[in-house]
Structure formats: structure tokens, C-alpha cells
């Protein structure tokens, strides 16, 4: 039904950039929040970023000042630009959407397949 595919993900040096990008497709009404979690190994999923469809944003705190996310509602597509990468951001970086299927449901999460993100000189 919903289908999330995550790109951008790889191996920079610490201080480097990358930009993730993650595309919604399926059948669905709308897409409420968009956002980004992380996985190290060993450690608990945490959330990274997150975009509600009004604009609004919410960051962890490692990242405030380095990470920007952004969302494009006509391509159902959310971005996350990361910059100053330190080594302590290598994780799998997954992306979720809460989606509404009908105009009468409530929104559930979908998550994507997770890309590899490694900082490391």
C-alpha cells in the first residue's frame, strides 16, 4: 500500500555533509509527520528529526545546528541535510511517514528499509 525508499546514505569524513532523501509512493489521502530516526549498534532507535505537514519542525538535541530537514508535500518526499558529521552520527538512518490511507482513517506509521550512514576518516 505505502511504500517508503530512503537514498543518500554512505561514507564521509567527519565535518563532511550528506543529504538523505526519502520518497513516499502507494495509495494513500495524506501524510501527516515525516521525520528521521537512527539506529547505532547497540543502541535503541532514537528520532533525529521530524516535519509535520503544517511546517512545523523537531530535532534531538546532538543535532540542532548541524541537520536541517525539509519536506516536499507534492513529491510526498522529506529530505534531511547533514552537515559537520562527527563519528558518533554513524547509524542506520531510517525514515518514517504516519499515513492517512482514507480520509476517514487514523494515520499509522510506515517506515522505510533504513540506509547505512558512516563517519569515519
Known amino acids: 500500500q505505502v511504500r517508503l525508499v530512503e537514498s543518500g546514505g554512505g561514507l564521509v569524513q567527519p565535518g563532511g555533509s550528506l543529504r538523505l532523501s526519502c520518497a513516499a509512493s502507494?495509495?494513500?489521502?495524506?501524510?501527516?509527520?515525516m521525520g528521521w530516526y537512527r539506529q547505532a549498534p547497540g543502541k535503541q532507535r532514537e528520532l533525529v528529526a521530524a516535519?509535520?505537514?503544517?511546517?512545523?519542525?523537531n530535532y534531538a538535541d546532538s543535532v540542532k545546528g548541524r541537520f536541517t530537514i525539509s519536506r516536499e508535500n507534492a513529491k510526498s518526499t522529506v529530505y534531511l541535510q547533514m552537515n559537520s558529521l562527527k563519528p558518533e552520527d554513524t547509524a542506520v538512518y531510517y525514515c518514517?511517514?504516519?499515513?492517512?490511507?482514507?480520509?476517514?482513517?487514523?494515520?499509522?506509521?510506515?517506515w522505510g528499509q533504513g540506509t547505512q550512514v558512516t563517519v569515519s576518516s
Open positions: 502507494g495509495s494513500f489521502f495524506s501524510i501527516n509527520t
Open positions: 516535519t509535520i505537514s503544517g511546517g512545523s519542525t
Open positions: 518514517r511517514a504516519d499515513v492517512r490511507l482514507r480520509t476517514w482513517s487514523g494515520a499509522n506509521p510506515y
